[in-house]
């Protein structure tokens, strides 16, 4: 897997480090980080899916504590934009920065590969996942009704765009 360094100004993680997922990542990684995925969405994909979203057009990054797993993002590529299509901390790390530097990490990729804008839909409860995306630059869309199930029904999605101004 590369790696690089990505200590967000605000982490606790002493060691975080986020790396891409390759081919040569071992299966045990992408088991689990499927199961941060599981743990993390109300109706995950099966983990056949889950590692298919780590061959082109998409890419993964995992973030890792010292040796653990603690998040994960997937980013669908096509021509001149990017799609975050799902990404996930650990609950015991969430708040300390993984998720911040996992999406910082996705931007600045977004900047290096002349991205256009990246897209992404978050649960409009979803207020600390909005919060970070409007301070990085997201700008509220539109909102997709009844989008995500729920165990009452259905719930909004939030459509977030994050222009990239040096493509401007």
């Avoid at 480090?17 to 941060?36: F, K, M, S």
């Avoid at 977004?110 to 990085?136: C, D, G, P, Q």
């Avoid at 009844?146 to 165990?151: F, G």
Wanted: with cysteine.
């Amino acid at each position: 897997m590369a790696s690089a360094n990505y200590l967000g100004k605000n982490t606790e993680l002493a060691a975080l480090n986020i790396q891409l997922v390759t081919a040569d990542t071992p299966a045990a990684l992408i088991e689990r980080g499927h199961a941060i995925h599981v743990q993390a969405q109300f109706s995950p994909w099966k983990l056949s899916t889950f590692a298919d979203c780590f061959t082109p057009p998409y890419y993964g990054l995992f973030a890792l504590d010292e040796n653990e797993l603690v998040g994960y993002a997937i980013v669908l590529e096509v021509l001149d934009e990017a799609t975050l299509m799902d990404i996930a901390v650990v609950q015991h790390c969430r708040g300390r920065g993984v998720g911040k530097a996992l999406l910082q990490r996705v931007l600045d990729k977004a900047k290096a590969r002349s991205m256009r804008e990246v897209w992404l839909e978050v649960r409009e409860s979803n207020f600390a996942a909005i919060h970070l995306y409007e301070t990085h630059g997201f700008e509220h869309i539109e909102l997709r009704k009844n989008y995500y199930p729920t165990e009452n029904g259905k719930e909004n999605a939030a459509i977030m765009k994050w222009p990239n101004v040096a493509m401007a």
